[in-house]
């Protein structure tokens, strides 16, 4: 029987020996890896068991900073996803009509020819903005479609930015960034769409959550259902789903109109206050009660709560972003932060926390203002573009290009680790522009669901069977290791992207095809190769480069300049802008606001939220109904 190491109720990982002594007694190997099932680089160290060539299971690494051993039952689930049947075993080259499902096996190097000479007679016929890559939200292959449109000269990276985005323009048009939370030092933590139990690494929502009970923090839950965070909060704001824009603003008018904020910060660093005041009047607490289901009474308690909390945190998760007014949410929220003086303060939220990282491979120098004035649908209006992706079209609008024509007509669609008709709206419409597009490449690890429809089909390798790229977290790097043989004829998306490259003649800019070579230009900042990199199995903490914080540097903070071409500052005045004079320029609410949408769907009386229950929050290991056993638990 394959022994295993009880670590009580939860667990707790293994260190490097306790893993090797472990596959020692099973006849087994444990590899050092690092799992990548989410997010862009969140990165748990985990060691792989493997017996025969073939992974049996996985178990955290106690040495990860990043989980200490723990591991979410996504990243246990990795050996049913490596040998799922509905894996891809070789690119295929569709010889049937569109939809019939008709391919022929065909090997790597036939399909990067097949694409690339499409590309050149595209790109010469109808010009490089004819290509358009999709991606879901950012990735760690993210640069590298940024960098092969731009070399090609396309600014269409198709972004679904329905993760993340909404939260990254607000917090960096109100506050110059996203901030972080000091949970360990603070008071009182608020989730606010939320699910820091389910959702994220095991050191992150639990263990804060755990620790926040023990020393008698505060906990306020902001979230429409019940669930074991909620339970473990003092005070639960149960809104109505879409509704966070509301209950922030009346929120606000509590602390306006008691007078709440922090007169010094607000005299000194926010813009527009007398506008704000009068724009807050409406938003009473009666009124936040009516549109949220939140009682007045609980939405008066919750502000006074927090602003007159010291140490304070709102942690903002993806639930808010998931309503059509989440931009004015993020606001106030922001908004909120500032005025009570609880940015970048201990225990507060905090700016300009950022780990190392490796150099960029994106090209910025390249984009430019030509490029972005051909985007076929501009991801932000075009004063607030290129934004963090860099050049971007809404993702939705590449596919009614090819529809309309208007501006132009994308002619390939190439769609690495996404799947078009499960990651935007209009699913008939999508299936149209696939029947109608030129040419369009599927690149995933298993059957897509559009597969019948894409000329290419690739097939790619999980992070198990890849040497790369490698991991950084914070301060520590570690190169990926191999843990089995690929199941098929695979490479991974960054092969692809390096080997396309070459193939268009844009060698030079791909680092003539060498993985390794590529590896090393990332690692460049940190003085280190790839090749020296993997002589530490378990990862390299580097010494701490940051300087140690200045907390309250508003006078930085507030200067962010954006990504755009003329790198104006996010906020104008470098102050916080109550009243956002940028935003009124270009004809959009100067102040966040509430508009209320129900009166629009009367016809259709309920209202559909991007909610992941704890049993599918795990949505893109779901297929054809097949949900993998160990995240049934
Ligand atoms: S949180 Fe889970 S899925 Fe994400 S990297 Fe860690 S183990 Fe993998």
Known sequence: MTKTKDNGNFQKGYTYQEALDLAEGNQEQAIPTYCAMCGPTAGCGLYAFVKDGKLLRVAGMAESPRNQGGVCPKGLASPQWLYAPERLKTPLLRVGERGEGKFSPITWEEAIEIIAGRLKQQKEQYGPESLAILSPARRNYSEM?????????????????????????????????????????????????????????????????????????????????????????????????????????????????????????VEQWCYGLEEFTRHIQSYTPQWGASVTGVSARQICEAARLYASTDKAVIDVGNGVEHASSSSDAVRAIAIMMAVTNHLDRPGCNLMGERGLMPKPITLPGRYTPEMAKKLVGPEFPRAFQPFLEGLTSAYYRIFDSVLTGKPYPIRTIIAPGTQPLLSTRGTKRVLEALKKVDFFVTIDVMEPAEMKYADIVLPTTTPYEADHPFEIQGNRLMARTKVVEPMGDYKSIFAFFLDLGVAMGYGEDFWNGSIEAFENERLEPFHITIEELRKHTCGLTLPQQRREKKYQDYERMFQTKSFGFGKALFLPQGKVPLYHTVFAQEGFAPMPQWKETREKTKQYPLILSDYHTSKFFFGFLVKKYTVFAGIRA
């Open 145 to 265: 479609i940024t960098r092969f449109l731009t070399v090609h000269g396309s600014p269409n990276y198709g972004h679904s930015g329905i993760c993340a985005m909404q939260k990254a323009f607000a917090f960096f048009h109100t506050i110059g960034g996203v901030p972080s939370c000091d949970y360990e030092n603070s008071d009182l933590i608020i989730y606010w769409g939320r699910q820091p139990v389910f959702s994220g690494p095991p050191t992150e929502g639990p263990a804060h959550l755990v620790a926040a009970r023990k020393r008698g923090a505060k906990i306020v839950a902001v979230k429409p259902s019940m669930e074991p965070d909620v339970g473990m909060a003092d005070m639960w704001l149960a809104l109505r789903p879409g509704t966070d824009a509301a209950l922030a603003l009346s929120m606000l008018h509590v602390i306006f109109t008691e007078e709440l904020y922090d007169k010094d910060f």
